[in-house]
Structures are given as structure tokens and as C-alpha cells.
């Protein structure tokens, strides 16, 4: 029929054009790169197969690590107010009750052996550099011992599931640089001083999950130098599982009404379909009669 | 004055008075157009159709916008996005029926190309509808500006600069259009005013313009056929309704456009719910910043063409340099559609297809307009620019040449 025949070539025209300006573009502008890593496979300072003893991990940790961080869940409150900690250390340290169920193994034993090559921000904190990442390397422990940190760390980690489990691992995770004002969630560290401590300040979160979309949030929060080279948002190692809840997070506060939107979506298409197809009987009956 | 007689019924009332029986004949029941008609003819009605979703999703956006560089971004994106009911259903409604409305115009305006509908006596229809593209232009650019993103700023940013290449008084425009030295809270509010009051207003103005200038000249038809419309319409009337060749606006044309209407809402509600990314581009999820370039400032999808006949011209040629040819360029651009039904000297109104030359015109104008758009998004760099400098010469080319072509063609069919 020649209406279908016009209807293809318009759409034919259409697609090309809209092949061209989007993903086409898109593909241009935005390059590939090498895929997510949850394996962390580049670290390898530590002998992660030993077995960490847990009661030796409260120890080291006690003795080491309390100083700065708190672990609420074992009871060590925060010793000293944010904006405190925040002058101490330039970024307020993060609440480690989480950190054993929110960071990959590998990663965590690499993080404590050398902070700043796990997190890729060698390029800041170079060795003999002036500046020092305020956070000491543990590289003096034996492998040994650091798996026991990690495993003392997974042992007080709370089990948590759902919505909870979003909040608490962003909070964990972002939540001492980033801002996320729609979920009135405001950076533990005060603005001005994490804008000198990073030299950039981080953005407010609450619409990255539009602006960045999920495809390029899996990407960067595994590996930010891989997207933005030369940023000094650290990586900060988290599982597969804690970055899709740090995602999901987002999405719940950024794009709060997408399931309502696509439930109603299909309602109002097939309210629409219904539509076509009665205005189409219809006019069927009416040129029945000029035809 | 005429004599009123008691009425029979509230019917009779009104039309004693308001004369409804003869308002509906003559712009309903006995308002005539061709039969041979295809559903490009349903284009008209569907932008009508979409410019009262415009509106309606419009004003209730405007219940909770607020037109302050400090309050725009969140009145968006948190008030109206997540906290008012529907809000965002109001919000994906406008923002993709802004740009759906640009493909159905284009549409439409190349139907017009495609069947000659602009010449011999269709001029004004087609003068009125070009004023009509040049006003939603208007209305795009300054709606796109209201949310306050980063591409709402940078594209603000990049066209209001474009104004200062006019010669002598350039640079005092671009700052009587910001009403500042850059882009700021007195250019967003003025656009504010510009989108929801003067644009509009002139549009309802050039739409009814534009149905007026139809009236005489009446709707062309699939074969460009030209027919006395009052001998048809006796027929039709006289009840040889299957050999007149007109039929009445309502309900026959009507009953049809219903049915292409609703297939169109099919699609639209699809991107409206599924697919709006197109229209609603996540760099404008970003908060406005002055002072971070996005790696790449695109303006709208359909203003790309033009914009890369901007862009097309980056190097200096006999001692212009290329900014002012690339300017000059646009200006063409902008102007040369209006004088399109002068610039084709063939008396021929046939489809495209059945002119000898001028279906060869056609199609190169519109994969040069494909080229443009696809180029005027990608980055200008390397061979991105010379494709980009040779899509826009051909542009200007395919319209210096057009009036030999179509008087070469006029010659070889002889007048007809
Ligand atoms: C956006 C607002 C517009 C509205 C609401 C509108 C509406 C209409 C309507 C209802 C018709 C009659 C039915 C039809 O042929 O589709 C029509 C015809 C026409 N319009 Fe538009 N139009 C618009 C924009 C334009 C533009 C931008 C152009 C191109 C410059 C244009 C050029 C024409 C022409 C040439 C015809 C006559 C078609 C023929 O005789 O076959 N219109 N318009």
C-alpha cells in the first residue's frame, strides 16, 4: 500500500537521523572503555587466600586504626567533632562499621597496606611528594595480619538488606566528600574544607543518576581514572553488590518516580492503542461512503 | 437590528445569536478539502493537537516553576520531578512533545516541499507557515533555557554570542538580549517571559494566520491537481459524495486524522514514558555553572543543521574570516525557506517524484539536512570539519542552483 510505503521512507529517514545524533554520537564522545574490575586484579601486595583471625584483628585494629576512625557497631564512638577531624585530617575519616561488607577483600587488604596506590591517586600523593595522604600505609604488618584486620572488620560488619542497605553503604561509601541535598544528606566534612583537601569540590550527587546515568556510574565509581583522568575523586573499591546499592541509592533519590512512571506508561499506551483502533473503525465506516 | 423570535430550545438561543449553524458549515461541515490526500495531510492537525498539549502541560508547570538562577534548577528537577503529583508526567509531557513537535514539523514543511504546496497561489500558506517554524524556534530555545542546566546555560551562552557578529552594533546586542554582560538571572527571566507569554501569543496569532491563508488557495492534493472546488462540493452535496473529489473538514478529513492521531500518541506516549533522553539531554541534569565548559556544547537536535551551516565555515576564505562567513551562511540559512516558492521557477505542482529535475534537488536537500544534523552534533575536528564544510556549501549551492534548475525544467515541460 502506498501510505505504508511513505510511512517506511519517513521512517527510514527518521532512523538514520536519530542513529546519527545518538548513539552514534554518544559512542563518539563518550568512548569505550576497559570494563569494570571488581576484582581489584591490579593489587597484589597482599596474600589474600590466609585465613584472618579475628580476635588478633580487634587487636591490631584497637591499637591502630580507633585513633581516627570510629566503628559505631563495636562501640567506638567518634573521638572528636567533624569539623575537628576535618582540620585534623583534611577529610573527616569514615565510620568503619560498615567496611567489611561494603569493600571488596582484595581491595580492603591492598588499602591498608598502601592507601594511595589502591585508591590510584599516586598522581597526587607521588612518593616523596610534599603533600602526605592523611592516612598512614600499614605496609610494615605481615600479610598475616592484615587478613586479620579484614576479617575483624567482616565480623562487626551488621547485616542489613533493602533500602537500608543503600543508605548505609552510600553513607559509608560517599557520604564523607558528597553532598546529596534531595535526600537532605549533607558531606560529613564541611565544604570548605574538603574543596582544599581535594582541590575540587565534589559535586552534590542527587542528580548524577540522570546526568550520568547508570552505564557510567558502574564504570567510574569502580575506576574514576579510567573516565576522568587526573580527577582526584579517589577509587574507593567497593563490591559489585555495595555499588549497585550506592546506585540504587541514587536512583531513589534522584529519579524517586521511575516505577510509577513506567507502570503508568504502559496503562496510557494501551489507552492510546485503544483509541487508534476505534478512531480507525470508525474511519473506515465514514470514507466507506465517499469512496 | 434583526428580529429575535422566542427560541425553542438553548440551541436555537446561542444560534440566533452567535449564528452557530452557519459558523460550523463554514468551518466544519462545508469546508472542503481534496480526497486524494494521503496521511501527510494529517500533519497540519496533529501539530494543532500538539501545541494544545503544549500548553496544557505548560500552564501546570508553571504553577510550581520559578524563573531564579538560585531556585530554577531544583523547581524542576526536585519540585516539579518528585514532589507534586504527576508533576514529572506534566514535565516528560512538555519536554518531549517540544521536540516531537520539530520532527512532525519537518515533516510537514517537506510534505509541502515534496507536493509543491508553497507556489501558485499557496504562497502565503507557506510564508505563514515558516513564520510559524521561526516562532516554535524561538519557543524551544527559550523553554530549553528555563530548567537551568548546564546545556540550557552553554547553549544560551553559545547563541546569544552568535549576535555579536552583526556588524557594527554586535556586541551591544548580545547585551541587550542578556540584559547583562553574560548569561544570567535577568536573561533567564526575560526568556521566562519570552516562552510563556510573547512567543505563545504570536504563535496563536500565526496559527490562525495560517489557517486563514488556506481558506483561498484551498489544500493541495497527491497530484497537485487543481479542480473547481465549488462545482465539487455541489456534488458532494447534492449526494455524489463518491465522485466529487472534495470532501468536508468534518467529520470525513477529520475521521481520518483521528486515526493518525492516535497512532502519533502511541509513539509519543512510548518516548514520553520509555525514551526521553533524546529530548531532555542529561547534561542538563547538571546544575548551570559559568565557570565549567561541558566537553561538547550541542544546541538541540533540530537546530543542528543550522548550526553546523554555522559551524561548516572555520577557515578564513579571500580575507573573511570564517566566524562572519560562517555567520553569513546562517543568515541565509535562517532566511532562504520563506523565498523558497521564488526561488523555483517551474510552474509545475506535482509530487516531487514526477518532476523531472527537481526530484534530484529534493533528495540531495534532504540528505544534506541528515548530513548536517548528524555533523552538527559530532565533535568539528579532523575530517568532521571539511565533511561539515562541504554538507554547508552544498547547502547554499542547492539553493543558488535551484532557480536554474527549475527553469531548465520549466523549458522542458513546456509550461506546464
Ligand atoms: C507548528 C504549527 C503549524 C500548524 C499548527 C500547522 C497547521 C496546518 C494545518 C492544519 C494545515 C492543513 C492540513 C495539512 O495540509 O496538513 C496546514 C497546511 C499547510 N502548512 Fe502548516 N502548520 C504549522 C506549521 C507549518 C510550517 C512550519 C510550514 C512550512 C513552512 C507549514 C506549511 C504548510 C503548507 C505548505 C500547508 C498546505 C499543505 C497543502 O496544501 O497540501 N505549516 N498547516
Given amino acids: 500500500m502506498k501510505e505504508l510505503k511513505i510511512l517506511a521512507i519517513i521512517a527510514a529517514l527518521v532512523g538514520i537521523t536519530y542513529y546519527g545524533i545518538e548513539p552514534y554520537a554518544h559512542h563518539i564522545m563518550h568512548p569505550e572503555v576497559k570494563p569494570a574490575d571488581f576484582a581489584f586484579s591490579d593489587m597484589k601486595n597482599v596474600d589474600t587466600s590466609l585465613a584472618g583471625n579475628v580476635d588478633n584483628g580487634k587487636v591490631l585494629v584497637e591499637a591502630n586504626c580507633i585513633a581516627c576512625h570510629s566503628i559505631e557497631k563495636a562501640g567506638h564512638l567518634q573521638i572528636m567533632p567533624n569539623a575537628d577531624a576535618a582540620a585534623a585530617y583534611g577529610v573527616v575519616p569514615p565510620d568503619l562499621s560498615s567496611a567489611g561488607r561494603i569493600y571488596d577483600k582484595n581491595y580492603l587488604a591492598n588499602f591498608i597496606f598502601d592507601p594511595v596506590s589502591a585508591m590510584h591517586l599516586s598522581h597526587k600523593y607521588p612518593v616523596g611528594g610534599a603533600k602526605a595522604f592523611p592516612m598512614p600505609s600499614y605496609n610494615w604488618m605481615s600479610a598475616q595480619e592484615i587478613m586479620d584486620v579484614v576479617a575483624y572488620l567482616e565480623s562487626v560488619s551488621p547485616k542489613v538488606s533493602g533500602k537500608d542497605a543503600h543508605k548505609a553503604t552510600y553513607d559509608a561509601a560517599c557520604g564523607r566528600c558528597h553532598s546529596m541535598s534531595y535526600a537532605k544528606s549533607e558531606a560529613t566534612t564541611p565544604k570548605d574544607a574538603i574543596k582544599a583537601y581535594m582541590g575540587a569540590t565534589p559535586p552534590d550527587l542527587s542528580q548524577y543518576i540522570k546526568s550520568r546515568q547508570e552505564h557510567y556510574l558502574h564504570g567510574f565509581i569502580n575506576d574514576p581514572q579510567l573516565l576522568l583522568a587526573g580527577t582526584s575523586m579517589p577509587r574507593v573499591g567497593l563490591t559489585e553488590k555495595a555499588q549497585e546499592e550506592v546506585i540504587a541509592y541514587m536512583e531513589e533519590t534522584g529519579d524517586s518516580k521511575k516505577a510509577e512512571r513506567e507502570s503508568l506508561g504502559l496503562w496510557v499506551m494501551l489507552y492510546t492503542f485503544v483509541f487508534a483502533i476505534l478512531a480507525y473503525l470508525w474511519k473506515r465506516k465514514i470514507w466507506s461512503e465517499v469512496h | ?416
Avoid: C
Fill in chain 2, 1 to 416: 437590528m434583526a428580529e429575535f423570535k422566542q427560541a425553542d430550545s438553548l440551541y436555537e438561543w446561542f444560534d440566533q445569536r452567535l449564528g452557530i449553524d452557519k459558523f460550523l458549515k463554514v468551518m466544519m461541515t462545508e469546508y472542503w478539502i481534496p480526497k486524494n490526500i494521503n496521511f501527510l495531510w494529517a500533519m497540519g492537525v496533529l501539530l494543532s493537537v500538539m501545541f494544545g498539549i503544549l500548553v496544557i502541560s505548560g500552564i501546570f508547570l508553571l504553577m510550581y516553576y520559578k524563573p531564579d538562577v538560585n531556585m530554577a534548577f531544583d523547581s524542576v528537577n526536585y519540585t516539579i520531578m518528585q514532589e507534586v503529583g504527576y508533576g514529572w508526567l506534566f514535565r516528560h509531557i512538555h519536554a518531549v512533545g517540544a521536540s516531537v513537535v520539530f520532527l512532525i514539523i519537518y515533516i510537514h514543511m517537506f510534505t509541502g516541499i515534496y507536493y509543491g504546496s508553497y507556489k501558485k497561489g499557496r504562497e502565503m500558506i507557506w510564508i505563514s507557515g515558516m513564520l510559524l517554524f521561526v516562532l516554535f524556534s524561538a519557543e524551544g530555545f527559550s523553554g530549553y533555557m528555563l530548567p537551568w542546566g548546564q546545556m540550557s546555560y552553554w547553549a544560551a551562552y553559545v547563541i546569544t554570542e552568535i549576535f555579536g557578529g552583526v556588524p557594527l552594533i554586535g556586541g551591544d546586542l548580545v547585551v541587550w538580549i542578556r540584559g547583562n554582560f553574560y548569561v544570567s538571572d535577568s536573561t533567564l527571566t526575560r526568556f521566562f517571559m519570552l516562552h510563556v507569554l510573547l512567543v505563545p501569543l504570536a504563535i496563536i496569532g500565526a496559527i490562525v494566520l495560517h489557517f486563514y491563508a488556506l481558506r483561498f488557495p484551498h489544500v493541495n492534493n497527491e497530484a497537485g491537481e487543481f479542480f473547481d472546488f465549488d462545482k465539487e462540493a455541489e456534488k458532494y452535496l447534492a449526494g455524489d459524495k463518491k465522485n466529487s473529489k472534495v470532501v468536508p473538514f468534518w467529520p470525513v478529513f477529520l475521521s481520518k486524522d483521528f486515526f493518525v492521531l492516535g497512532v502519533f500518541l502511541v509513539f509519543f506516549f512510548y518516548l514520553v514514558f520509555f525514551h526521553y533522553d533524546f529530548a531532555m539531554d542529561p547534561v542538563n541534569f547538571d546544575k548551570a555553572d559559568g565557570l565549567k565548559t561541558p566537553a561538547h556544547i550541542y544546541p538541540e537536535w533540530y537546530f543542528l543543521w543550522s548550526y553546523e551551516v554555522l559551524r561548516g565555515f572555520f577557515f578564513e576564505i579571500a580575507g573573511i574570516s570564517g566566524k562572519s562567513l560562517g555567520l553569513i551562511a546562517f543568515a541565509v540559512a535562517q532566511g532562504v525557506f520563506f523565498v523558497l516558492p521564488w526561488l523555483d521557477r517551474s510552474p509545475m505542482v506535482k509530487p516531487a517524484n514526477q518532476r523531472p529535475y527537481f526530484k534530484y534537488w529534493f533528495w540531495f536537500l534532504m540528505v544534506d539536512l541528515i548530513v548536517l544534523t548528524v555533523y552538527g552534533k559530532l565533535p568539528p575536528t579532523g575530517t568532521n570539519a571539511w565533511i561539515g564544510f562541504a554538507s554547508s556549501m552544498t547547502f547554499l549551492i542547492l539553493f543558488i542552483a535551484l532557480p536554474f534548475i527549475t527553469r531548465a525544467e520549466a523549458k522542458k515541460v513546456g509550461g506546464k
